[in-house]
């Protein structure tokens, strides 16, 4: 990877930080040395991820922003917000605070915390994976939300990440880190728009930590970023008889590298991933590739995935879904589906949906399904007076809707309702 000379400076930078503690210490330096021993092999690799990291890359610095701007993204008047710009957290907007949400460099300056990150920051997170070294070298902040036990939150979160890149060929790492105490509840929602034209890449990682019988709804959304590079890898970690429910839109992206992982650590756990891609032509080479992991390693679990996918000009998707249920998990309910609408002749799309059981008694499902807007639908619709660009575009919003109805937050749904018929063209016939 070419980095030009901050390259060791925001190294050594990080691991001698003062109030970096002991284990922080320790994650960055064996971070190094994975970071070390892959970057040559993975250079050689041909992928694209491999490709696009050969340019010279620079670290983003703290940019200014109005306030004004930052107030457009308040869809929730009684939302909890942490806004953070080009990854560093912008502490002087909303400075009333909930005294369950900080940034990470925040906890990490309270002397009290050092527990809470030492157990589960970096636990789940795969030390083979470059990306993954790079992050925790480099990242500058991040999300940290702690719900105690017993705590049923009712504010919904949102962490807002906006891009203001001035210079092309930036590469950001940012961190969060989720925890969801015993009984508790919440719902929140990760967003990601680009203020400019501007390309950079995003290496952005979160860790959802579910203790016995919690509950989350977590929601991502991805708009404004068709000239973005973004990967985003999310690990969701399960106990006994809790609940998580992850959303995924995207609407935009010259490539959206989206990674779910679900580690289901209890019995009676259930997962719940449902993810919805539109690419429209009036950007080229739009990409977006969804790798999904169901890992029952407990009996009694359930798990469900229903992605789609609308892909017009020359855009592209992939999903890679796997779903591992191991030797012991017994009473396992799994299923797995992958729908795709190709609206170009151009645009292209490669599904590969996975089982791997290793117990007798389960119920699993996969299934993937490629085609078109049935035309008999479309002639049936212009039947009745309506133009048949407008019949398509009806017909693509009655697709996306079964993914809309999961979505358990009003102003969130509202949002994406008024967000798809803008793309669809059809904010003025409903």
Do not use: W
């Not at 203020?195 to 509950?215: A, G, H, P």
């Not at 609408?341 to 399904?369: D, M, Q, R, W």
């Amino acid at each position: 990877m070419k980095l030009n000379k901050q390259l060791n400076f925001f190294i050594k930078k990080k691991i001698n930080s003062s109030f970096r503690k002991n284990y922080i210490n320790s994650i960055c330096k064996k971070s190094l040395k994975i970071f070390n021993e892959k970057i040559l092999s993975f250079s050689k690799e041909k992928n694209f991820l491999s490709s696009i990291i050969k340019y010279d890359y620079s670290f983003p610095i703290k940019e200014n922003i109005d306030c004004n701007i930052l107030k457009k993204y308040l869809i929730d008047k009684n939302g909890i917000y942490l806004f953070f710009l080009n990854g560093f957290y912008i502490s002087n907007f909303l400075e009333k605070k909930n005294k369950f949400i900080f940034s990470i460099n925040e906890i990490l300056l309270k002397k009290k915390s050092n527990s809470t990150i030492e157990n589960f920051l970096g636990k789940t997170i795969s030390n083979n994976d470059i990306f993954n070294s790079f992050n925790f070298l480099f990242s500058k902040d991040g999300a940290y939300i702690f719900i105690p036990d017993k705590i049923c939150l009712k504010k919904t979160i949102y962490i807002i990440n906006l891009y203001k890149i001035k210079n092309d060929f930036s590469i950001l790492n940012t961190r969060n880190l989720i925890i969801l105490g015993k009984k508790s509840k919440a719902k929140i929602v990760e967003f990601h728009e680009s203020l400019t034209n501007k390309i950079f890449f995003s290496n952005y990682i979160t860790e959802i930590y579910n203790k016995k019988e919690s509950n989350i709804e977590y929601i991502k959304l991805y708009t404004n970023i068709a000239y973005s590079y973004l990967r985003n890898k999310t690990y969701i970690t399960q106990k006994k008889k809790s609940i998580c429910t992850l959303n995924n839109f995207s609407f935009e992206g010259k490539f959206l590298n989206e990674n779910i992982n679900f580690f289901s650590c209890g019995n009676q756990s259930k997962s719940y991933f449902n993810g919805l891609a539109i690419l429209k032509k009036k950007y080229i080479h739009q990409y977006v590739k969804i790798n999904s992991l169901i890992d029952h390693l407990f009996s009694n679990c359930e798990s469900y995935q229903l992605t789609k996918s609308i892909l017009d000009g020359t855009s592209k998707g992939s999903f890679n879904g796997k779903i591992i249920i191991h030797k012991k998990a017994n009473n396992i309910i799994a299923f797995q589906k992958n729908n795709n609408i190709l609206l170009n002749k151009n645009s292209y799309v490669y599904s590969n949906p996975e089982l791997e059981i290793f117990a007798n008694n389960v119920k699993c499902s996969h299934g993937s399904t490629l085609g078109t807007l049935e035309k008999n639908k479309i002639f049936y619709i212009c039947t009745r007076g309506i133009e048949k660009k407008i019949a398509k575009s009806i017909l693509i919003l009655l697709y996306a809707k079964k993914i809309l109805k999961n979505i358990n937050i009003p102003k969130i749904k509202f949002f994406l309702y008024k967000k798809i018929l803008n793309i669809l063209n059809l904010k003025n016939v409903f």
